[in-house]
């Protein structure tokens, strides 16, 4: 009885040290990649609301604060532009908490780092916007 019983203490210790590699695997790949993922589905939801690309350098969240960051943000102009029509290196939306309830983005706020907005008026009247 006694032998089964550390047979089955040494399999649940294993188990465990199994369960935490395997944790800290998959976390670290979250890290690594789940970043990227997160921010082509920014930039995609962003240009399929601006009709028109929009890339985002860098992005990181705060669950706990239900915030989210963007880094070195730029949405192009028209194609004849010859400036973007926003840029900003950072961008904090923070998002309420019935946000979290529906499929709706609800802002609690907005800040932006020295944004830079650009609206060119062509020669025919029409503009970048």
Partial sequence: MELVLRKLLKL???ALVALIVIAIVVASLLALFGERLLR?????ALAKSLN????????S????????????VRIPGAPNSTRPSFTAPRVRVALAFRSLLT???????LEMEEPQISVQVFPD???DL
């Fill in 61 to 72: 969240v705060n669950l706990a604060g239900r915030t989210v960051e963007l880094r070195d």
């Fill in 12 to 14: 649940t210790r294993f």
């Fill in 103 to 109: 499929t709706r983005i609800i802002l609690r706020g």
């Fill in 52 to 59: 028109r690309p929009v890339t985002v350098g860098g992005l």
């Fill in 125 to 127: 009247g029409s503009d």
């Fill in 40 to 44: 082509t589905q920014v930039e995609q």
